[in-house]
């Protein structure tokens, strides 16, 4: 399960057209994924530990003054009752993730990340990035590298990553061009998609994202959108839509393994805090059905689409910071990739130290109906979640 807080972060130039690393401004760009903003916020407290103890120690070396390092362990135990047979339990490594970033010069920051999940993920080079950016000079920036695509935000409160990433996450080695100004932010990038859409290996995939967001000592707002001109790039979907074909084409060896045309996906989003309460919405599409050979749905081309609609609530709780969380969530025509067609969950997370905190959730799936091809029936998943950043 991937729950972004650090990875895509080490990335944080590449999201929703922002240039955080050189920027002073601390509204939260409305196409970043939730794991940019949790090491962000990481990073900018390490960031002033290490200024402190720089003051104390003036003959500090210059390479330790400008590099930054995070990380996040994730252990989770669950209880899962499926659609159908029995009930299954479990404890794993849901996340291990470590990041290190360092402004080189004030025009040039660089980002690794490393990342394991248990059963998911062996541990690879998750992100690594080079921004060129200086706030005080332009409000342009450029980012190259391996990354996470600035296509969708996929905020939560919640232990589970919404049905939004799973549609439309997409991890790639990218060329992004983008601007913070005012408030408002934006990009542009390209990439060769693992798709080899006809046979032809080219950098012919391509995205754009804008979005707008103002903060004040007792709100935040934010608005966003987000176009990509294949979806099949995916993480998810590339994988799904490989497999089928690769299937079909061991049947018919007439059908190429190669998709034969590109679908376009769209996204929305907006969120808002008025102190401590909070509002999520995102909504994910296709924008055309799929071909039937790369993605079906009652026998047609599948238009794959999912939203989030989740509300928080933050308060103190003995003494410590504590979030409740419900939201609905849903898919339409994503039986292929295994998604239920609703989803509720409800969430309680609680800080029971400092940078280490305990998260409860209860998720309930309903599946696509039996004429739709699925079970008709409902399942539910308990979760316990400890985590540690530092």
Known sequence: ????????????????????????????????????????????????TLDDKQTKDDAAPTWYRNIEIAGLIEVEASYLSPYEGGSESDIVLATAELGIRS????????????????????????????????????????????????????ETNLVSDPLTLEIGEARETALQLGFEHSGFSGSVYVFNGDNNVKGKD??????????????????????????????????????????????????????SIDPT???????????ANFGPFSLIGEYLSAADDFDPNSL????????PSAWNIEAGYSFTLLGRESVAAVAYQGTREALALELPKERWLLGWSIEIFDRTSLGLEWARDRDYNTRDGGTGKSGDTFTAQLAVEF
């Open 261 to 271: 045309e590109r679908t376009a996906g769209w996204t929305l989003n907006a969120a």
């Open 296 to 303: 079906e749905f009652k026998g047609e081309g599948a238009r």
């Open 103 to 154: 402004q080189v010069n004030d025009w040039v920051e660089a980002g690794i990340s490393f990342l394991y999940e248990q059963d998911e993920t062996d541990l690879e080079v998750d992100t690594a990035y080079l921004t060129f950016a200086n706030a005080d000079v332009s409000p342009l920036f450029l980012t190259a590298g391996q990354v996470y695509v600035p296509f969708g935000v996929y």
């Open 202 to 255: 080219r950098i012919e995939s391509w995205g754009a994202n804008l979005g707008f967001a103002q903060d004040s000592d007792d709100w935040a707002w934010s608005v966003g959108a987000g176009y990509i001109n294949d979806l099949g790039d995916s993480d998810s979907l590339h994988e799904t839509i490989n497999d089928i074909r690769v299937g079909a084409a061991e049947l018919d060896p007439s059908l």
């Open 1 to 48: 399960m991937r729950t972004q807080p650090l990875s895509a972060a080490i990335a944080l130039m590449l999201a929703a057209g922002t240039a955080q690393a050189t920027s002073s401004s601390n509204t939260q760009p409305s196409g970043e994924p939730k794991r940019l903003e949790r090491l962000e916020q990481r990073l900018d407290r390490l960031e002033g």
